[in-house]
């Protein structure tokens, strides 16, 4: 037990990775922060639709969607792979809105349904190449992912200089495209979100913006798995909203305690993960999850504190207006 | 239905759990270079231990799940499943650190125990802050499965041990079952099933109505928490088996499916067990006859066919037999239509021709001849009419006067009713009448008549056709019927 917990160094865990490592250290709190600002800004949406467990479907069912890209091209390219990803990511988007509305199976049953299917399809499909000795992918891969990996990455080289690891690039580049694409449509987004009824009847196309979102559910889950694991990407659609959600009432207050919260998790999460000498991925979900219950227990805390204080005053006051 | 529907999964239960006893002979890697047929073959003559062992363990497991799942999807909380499957991960990496080892026991308590927490965790965000089911389902999934990754990593990072198969946690392998693990899975089936029989009142009144069970003064949280266990139960022994996602699919699959197929709680829950039972079968099926095929994977996959089957081809809410009802029932609706037109023909007529040709139902209907002539054909198919020799004009059979007199007096009777009953203008009730003709069945019919004293008249005073007129066999003989009419026959 004792060898499970290393004992907490300062030095090791805090000052070292930000001077001996730190082009390591930079780009692992980097590619957590793209993800999880991209995740968290897009989970904001899903929160108030109610559909926070899609994006766990959609992480799933995008294995058969890499099988049989591989299958049909023969290539494991990055192209390839994120096509592949996408489509199956939107398959699945259809496929629970079709159970849903022509059967009486509810919406989360339709989910469950649907991501578990595809992902065994996956898993078959993918064991099946495998004995056929052609192809190999790590399911553990496509779950957990390694951040740690990211910065090992050859750069990219533009212009005679170094720019970064591509996939911390092209996260970057997600992150630009969402927060932009929020920023343009925030009214729309706002009202479907909101008041779907009061949306339709000012004449708005619903469907294209639930589509829409959807569409950038999956581009962020499909862009963040390659290189992190499917993991981060779903803890992070639901606990950066929840933790912002307790903080503010405004959505555009809430966006912006997201980011906030994104950028804190991936640096705690990146420390703890030095100090446990543990998965950096897991540690960010651990780190955003504690922040959550830190901001949980002191809402709790200032509610039962105005609960006390209330009964006393009113209790003062039957003391001192009782007459005998 | 009930009852021995449940005794029905009992003595399967009792079956398949006493397979591995009467184990003995070959080995596994005697397959190497067998046929399909072969395997086949040797699939159903049980003799491989290794084999029993997964087929047991796949179908015990799908009638555990499917019992729990029953209650998840009539909970409205499928995806709670999902959560616990993941949030049970963090107990199973305790459970192999309380003596570095293996330890079933220890790590079925530990995955107990974090299973518990997770749901405990999800009613406590549920109570206290305004997040939705799916927030606080997704909160416990990822935050749990967050610390089991990180507990997984650092346990590899430790030096001695038996870390190996840590990871079949994660995917699942029917394969290495061993009887133990049957066994546990056994136990836990027996549990479930005994506490589904002795609590099936409570269990139903809680799933479907907690504020009624509370109103009669029933522990409901004791037996929300009761099914938590149980649940953690099924999950924890199925994860070896199936792994952390397919569980959540054993869960939730066959009850679905058994949702679309039944509207009672009983029927449900024997069909959940046996469509999970047979999912589980069908797996370790294909898994062996197809060589090195993961076990887990196929059952999902079977389970998921029965469902594809389930919503096509369901008997009531199939979307292929809903689709063929409202076919049939527009078709029939068609043909009434054209029966009331003939009635018209021959009503203005005075009923004193027989035959109607295509030309006058054509111009009664506003529509083509050739529309007109495809209608006759139609109801010649359905011996509603007999056309003349010339094929152009066609007249009533019995059978098609007393359909036609059925709709004109359903109509009339329904357009008598809202002037009379609901005080409608008399011009406002033709269109309502036109839907309501089509599905008053014989009983309101009766009722009918007697709220309106059988009256014979519509509000346009047009005759009534009573009981009495379709009885004689053919329009001739209204003209003399008429002198009784419908309020006189009634009155016998």
Redesign the interface.
């Known amino acids: 037990m004792n060898n499970l917990i290393p004992s907490f160094d300062w030095h090791r865990v805090v000052v070292q990775p930000w001077v001996d490592d730190l082009p390591i250290t930079l780009w692992i709190v980097l590619m957590g922060f793209f993800v999880t600002a991209a995740c968290g800004l897009v989970g904001n949406f899903l929160l108030l639709r109610r559909m926070a467990l899609v994006g766990d479907a959609i992480s799933h069912s995008i294995l058969p969607g890499l099988v049989v890209a591989f299958m049909i091209f023969k290539s494991t390219n990055t192209w390839v792979v994120f096509a592949g990803a996408l489509a199956a990511g939107m398959l699945t988007v259809l496929i629970i809105e079709f159970i849903h509305r022509q059967s009486r199976v509810k919406p989360d049953a339709a989910i469950c349904i649907a991501f578990t299917t595809l992902f065994a399809l996956g898993v078959v499909l993918m064991s099946m190449l495998e004995s056929a000795g052609s192809f190999h992918i790590d399911a553990d891969c496509v779950l957990y992912g390694e951040i740690a990996f990211v910065p090992l990455e050859p750069p990219v080289v533009w212009d005679g200089r170094e720019l970064g690891p591509p996939s911390a690039l092209r996260m970057a580049l997600v992150l630009t495209a969402v927060a932009l694409a929020i920023a343009l449509f925030y009214k729309e987004l706002l009202v479907t979100s909101f008041d779907p009824g009061l949306a339709k009847s000012l004449g708005m196309r619903t469907g294209i913006w639930h589509y829409g979102l959807m569409g950038a559910l999956a581009l962020v889950i499909v862009s963040a798995f390659e290189s992190v694991g499917a993991i981060l990407a779903v803890a992070m659609l639901i606990v950066p909203p929840m933790f912002a959600a307790q903080l503010s009432e405004r959505l555009s207050f809430r966006l912006a305690w997201t980011v906030f919260h994104a950028a804190l998790s991936a640096l705690i999460g990146l420390h703890l993960s030095v100090w446990l000498n543990c998965s950096a991925a897991g540690a960010m979900v651990v780190a955003a999850a504690a922040l959550f219950l830190a901001v949980w227990a002191a809402s709790q805390a200032r509610r039962w504190m105005r609960f006390r204080s209330k009964i006393f005053q009113s209790a003062g006051a039957q003391i001192v207006g009782d007459p005998a | 239905m009930k009852l021995p529907g449940l005794a029905l999964s009992l003595a399967v239960v009792g079956f398949v759990v006493l397979i591995p006893e009467a184990a003995e002979a070959a080995r596994i890697n005697e397959l190497s270079d067998s046929t399909l047929i072969d395997r086949a073959a040797r699939f159903f003559t049980f003799r491989d231990p290794s084999l029993r062992n997964a087929l047991a363990g796949s179908m015990l497991l799908g009638v555990c799940c499917g019992l729990m799942g029953a209650f998840l ?1 009539v909970r ?4 709670l ?2 959560a616990l499957s993941h949030a049970v991960l963090p107990g199973v990496a305790l459970g192999f ?1 309380w003596n570095m080892s293996k330890d079933p026991l220890a790590i079925f308590v530990g995955a107990t125990l974090a299973g518990l927490l997770g749901a405990g965790t999800v009613q406590l ?1 549920r109570a ?8 606080a ?3 416990v ?3 749990f ?11 590899q ?3 001695g041990g038996n870390k190996s198969g840590l ?1 079949k946690f ?2 699942g392998q029917a394969a290495a079952l061993g009887s133990s693990d049957v066994i546990l899975l056994g136990v836990v089936t027996a549990l479930a099933l005994g506490a589904v029989v002795v609590f099936y009142k409570e269990y139903a009144i809680t799933s479907f109505d907690a504020g009624f069970a509370r109103s009669l003064g029933m522990p409901v949280q004791l037996f929300h928490y009761s099914l938590m266990l149980l649940l953690a139960f099924a999950i924890v022994s199925s994860l070896q088996a199936v792994g952390v ?2 569980v ?2 054993m ?3 066959p ?2 499916t058994a ?2 197929l039944t509207d009672r709680l009983p029927r449900m829950l024997v069909l959940s067990a046996i469509f999970g039972m047979v999912s589980g079968g069908a797996g370790s099926f294909f898994s062996f006859v197809g ?4 076990t ?6 079977a ?2 066919t029965v ?1 594809a089957a389930a ?1 096509f081809f369901g008997p009531r ?1 199939g ?1 292929f037999s809903r689709w063929w009802r409202q076919r049939s029932r527009s078709a029939r609706i068609s043909r009434e239509n054209t029966l009331k037109a003939i009635y018209h023909v021959l009503e203005d007529q005075e009923f004193a021709i027989e035959q109607v040709s295509a030309r006058e139902l054509a111009e009664r209907r506003r529509e083509t001849i050739e529309e007109a002539q495809h209608q006759l054909g139609t109801l010649r198919r359905h011996q509603y009419v007999t056309m003349s020799n010339d094929g152009d004009s066609a007249s009533l059979t019995p059978e098609g006067w007393r359909r036609a007199c059925e709709i004109v007096r359903n109509h009339r009777l329904w357009e008598l009713y809202l002037t009379n009953a609901a005080h409608l203008a008399p011009d406002h009730v033709h269109e309502d009448a036109e839907k309501i003709e089509h599905v008053l069945g014989e009983e309101t019919v009766r009722m009918l008549e007697k709220r309106l004293n059988y009256a014979n008249r519509d509000p346009h005073g047009r005759l009534i056709p009573g009981l009495e007129d379709m009885r004689f066999a053919g329009a001739r003989h209204l003209g003399q019927s008429r002198a009784t009419g419908f309020g006189n026959a009634a009155a016998h």
């Open positions: 999807v409205k909380l499928s995806l499943g999902d650190l965000l206290t802050t305004r997040h939705k089911e799916d927030a389902l997704g909160f999934l990822a935050s499965f967050g610390v089991g990754i990180c507990l997984f990593t650092m346990i990072n430790l030096p990871d994660m995917f996602v397919l959540s699919a869960l939730v699959i009850a679905a949702f679309l060589r090195n095929l993961p887990g994977p196929f059952m999902v996959l389970a998921g469902f919503l809410h979307i």
